[in-house]
């Protein structure tokens, strides 16, 4: 059940920083997993592990899709890939920052 991906980056941000959402990604990283499994997995009721699995949904983050009468969970690739495409947008100017930084030191009256 692959589909174009659109991600909130700040509904993702906010779910990555949920440690239980975290170590539910973990658990579905890799292969689609029932509720029962990963609520075992992460030592969650299954209804609590339900919800977070709403919010990484809601976020972009994991898909769910249906086997017969099981609902199976999997990352959403594309959602974190998204996620990790927004990110990396701050590097190259932290980096430049960084650069400018160590330069101004080099040029400084200890040189």
Known sequence: MLSETKVDFDLALRALADVNRRAILRVIRTSPRPVGVIAKEVELSQQTTSHHLGVLRNAGLALGTREGTR???????????????YLDDFWPSRLADLKTAVESRQEGPHG
Not at 71 to 85: F, K, N
């Open 71 to 85: 609902h199976l969970y999997a990352i959403d690739t594309d959602g974190l890939a998204a996620v990790r495409s």
